[in-house]
């Protein structure tokens, strides 16, 4: 299982299951279950040598680990606890937050071929800085508490999903720069073409 856990470019995984990967590594520089995420993140992106290690943990929020650094953030202010529909599809809502993110910064376009190839020819445009792992997982984090918001963390029908997590992300990030343009559905109003 820990070998599985080598080959993505980017592996998204809760603290527990973190906790477990690392246990089959025989590591014990740190307690998964206690330490801060960021470290959790780190230390599994060490291990794993995946480019892009994202770890969540429910209402603590997630973490994100590149080569260079780690960062962890908790969920928006309008977190979860406030009025939480259904958590069961937050995980997925975070990792199609992030993916959002990563395709919108460049992974695939250029690329021939499977998702799997065009994300792994293009691990050159990962976030890696503080300052960009700090944006990319605040608008991460939004997507998973707005997944919260709805039945089954599925976006709105109406397609207002990509608003409400901008709506989310704090002020200073520009969630608009980091996530793609929405695609709302045609409204009743709008003139035939």
């Known amino acids: 299982m820990l070998d599985l856990a080598k080959s993505p470019t980017v592996l998204k995984t809760t603290r527990t299951a973190a906790a477990e990967l690392l246990a089959l590594d025989g590591s014990t520089e740190l307690d998964a279950t206690t330490a801060p995420l960021a470290a959790v993140a780190a230390t599994l992106r060490r291990v794993t040598g995946v480019p892009l290690l994202a770890v969540t943990d429910g209402p603590e929020g997630g973490a994100l680990a590149s080569a ?16 939480a529909l259904d958590t069961t599809g937050a995980g997925d809502a975070f ?11 460049g992974i695939g376009e250029s690329a021939e071929g499977s998702a799997a190839a065009r994300l792994a020819s293009r691990a050159d445009v990962l976030p890696r800085s503080k300052e960009e792992l700090t944006h990319v997982l605040a ?3 939004a997507a998973g508490t707005a997944g919260c918001k709805v039945l089954g963390g599925l976006p709105p029908a109406d397609g207002s999903g990509r608003d409400r997590v901008v709506g989310m992300v704090a002020p200073g990030t520009d969630a608009a720069r980091w996530l793609p343009p929405s695609r709302r559905a045609p409204s009743d109003d709008a003139p035939a073409a």
């Open 68 to 83: 260079d650094t780690a960062v962890s953030l908790p969920p928006p202010p309008t977190g979860v606890s406030d009025d």
């Open 95 to 105: 990792f199609g937050g992030l993916i959002a993110v990563l395709w919108h910064l």
């Open 139 to 141: 608008v991460a984090n």
